[in-house]
């Protein structure tokens, strides 16, 4: 078992930054795909990025919505994976989610959620 808890949401203005974290506990992090979602009212949830861990290191991947303005990374010595968002559009309010699998799309464990909300 995987508890996910997120962290980090909030009320931004348009053009302005938020960081999410999702603090992991029950197995390391390294081991597991750590991805972040988001489901705005009314719409389904949807993908935003993802982290694996390789030999090389980091290889994340993102959603076209959210290419070069969010950033996920991880801290496997803290069992943390975070989103860095930057230029925040209106359009991205909603609820955004960690999830936690053995490969991407296929996560078995999710946190409770926390509210974004970017106001124009």
């Known amino acids: 078992q995987v508890q996910l808890v997120e962290s980090g949401g909030g009320l931004v203005q348009t053009g302005g930054s938020l960081r999410l974290s999702c603090a992991a506990s029950g197995r390391t992090i390294s081991s597991v795909v750590m991805g972040w979602f988001r489901q705005a009212p009314g719409k389904e949830r949807e993908f935003v990025a993802r982290?694996?861990?390789?030999?090389?290191?980091?290889?994340?991947y993102y959603a076209d919505s959210v290419k070069g303005r969010f950033t996920i990374s991880r801290d496997n010595a803290k069992n943390t994976v975070y989103l860095q968002m930057n230029s925040l559009k209106p359009q991205d309010t909603a609820v955004y989610y960690c999830a936690a699998g053995r490969s991407h799309p296929e996560y078995d464990f999710w946190g409770q959620g926390t509210q974004v909300t970017v106001s124009s």
């Open positions: 982290s694996s861990w390789s030999w090389s290191g980091e290889i994340t």
